[in-house]
């Protein structure tokens, strides 16, 4: 099992750019497949992107297509999420996960791992 620290969140004017960070400790890192998903107040937490073990396959969310990029980089064990043209419906607190089933992650149950998560807060 891997453990995962999220940093990079924080609070942006809309249109703005945050880049989420998710570090992981593990040996293992390699062979998981590596998500984010969200939570805002009130509302169940949701998938946002994921990206599979050697990060030849990435998969969106419709709400985040063509203004969020995840990406990974094993040798540093950390994936990223690049979020550019944030908007106000954006803010929610964000979580990494990890799964070395890329079905189970994208569904976002029984996910092996989750971190802590970090806020981020988009403002209109």
């Known amino acids: 099992q891997v453990q995962l620290v999220e940093s990079g969140g924080g609070l942006v004017q809309a249109g703005g750019s945050l880049r989420l960070s998710c570090a992981a400790s593990?040996?293992?890192?390699?062979?998981?497949?590596m998500g984010w998903f969200r939570q805002a107040p009130g509302k169940e937490r949701e998938f946002v992107a994921t990206?599979?073990?050697?990060?030849?396959?990435?998969d969106y969310a419709d709400s985040v297509k063509g203004r969020f990029t995840i990406s990974r980089d094993n040798a540093k064990n950390t994936v990223y999420l690049q979020m550019n043209s944030l908007k106000p419906e954006d803010t929610a607190v964000y979580y990494c996960?990890?799964?070395?089933?890329?079905?189970?992650?994208?569904?976002?149950?029984?996910?092996?791992?989750w971190g802590q998560g970090t806020q981020v807060t988009v403002s209109s």
């Open positions: 996960a990890a799964d070395q089933s890329g079905s189970r992650l994208r569904l976002g149950r029984y996910v092996e791992s």
């Open positions: 593990g040996r293992t890192f390699s062979t998981y497949c």
């Open positions: 990206i599979t073990w050697n990060g030849g396959r990435t």
